[in-house]
Every structure is written in C-alpha cells, then in structure tokens.
Nanobody
Framework: QVQLVESGGGLVQAGGSLRVSCAAS????????MGWFRQAPGKEREFVAA????????RYADSVKGRFIISRDNAKNTVYLQMNSLKPEDTAVYYC?????????????????WGQGTQVTVSS
C-alpha cells in the first residue's frame, strides 16, 4: 500500500511564495511519474503539474506555467511544488498523486494513489 503525505501548505499574501512537499512510502517511488492537482471550493479537481520518473521531463497547466516548479528527490521519496508569484485564484487544496501511466498525464483518472491534501490560501 502506497501512502502519500503532503505538507507545507498555509496562508501567504499575493505575490508571495510557498513550497509544498509530498512524501511517499514504499520502495518504488522512482518508478512512477508523479503529479500535483488542486481543488478549490465548488470547483472540480484540476491538474497543476507532473514530473517524470527521473525528473527529466515535466508538464504544467497553462495557469501556473512560469510561476510553479515541480521537482522530486528520489532518494527521499519526495516530490515538491515550488509556487511563486502566488495569486488569490491559486487558493485550493493541493493534492499529490502517483500516476500509473508512462506518459505524463493531466487526467486525474490516470493516477491511482492520492494524498490527503494540504490547504494553500493566498490573500489579496
């Protein structure tokens, strides 16, 4: 059983930065693509970013491209999301997830394990 635990959320002013982390259990972390999604109240869960197994490739939603950076440390079984130039519309619960596909996907159904989420609130 894989467990994903997010941390690092909080309250930040618009224009500020925040880094959220996701620690994974198990020995096969480096074998899987990983992704970040977010869900704001009353909205559907949306894709934020994904990273390949060796961190050699990444994919971003247009809404965060140029502001967010996804990275991973396979030695620590951890994936990160560095969020810069935050906007109030970035306010959401952020989830990390493990993909079961080889191709970097922006579709939630392509991810089989999810964390419990961490709240990020950006004040204006």
């Amino acid at each position: 059983q894989v467990q994903l635990v997010e941390s690092g959320g909080g309250l930040v002013q618009a224009g500020g930065s925040l880094r959220v982390s996701c620690a994974a259990s198990g020995r096969t972390f480096s074998s899987y693509n990983m992704g970040w999604f977010r869900q704001a109240p009353g909205k559907e869960r949306e894709f934020v970013a994904a990273i390949g197994r060796s961190a050699g490739n990444t994919r971003y939603a247009d809404s965060v491209k140029g502001r967010f950076i996804i990275s991973r440390d396979n030695a620590k079984n951890t994936v990160y999301l560095q969020m810069n130039s935050l906007k109030p519309e970035d306010t959401a619960v952020y989830y990390c997830a493990r993909a079961y596909t080889v191709v970097l996907s922006n579709v939630p159904d392509r991810y089989d394990y999810w964390g419990q989420g961490t709240q990020v609130t950006v004040s204006s």
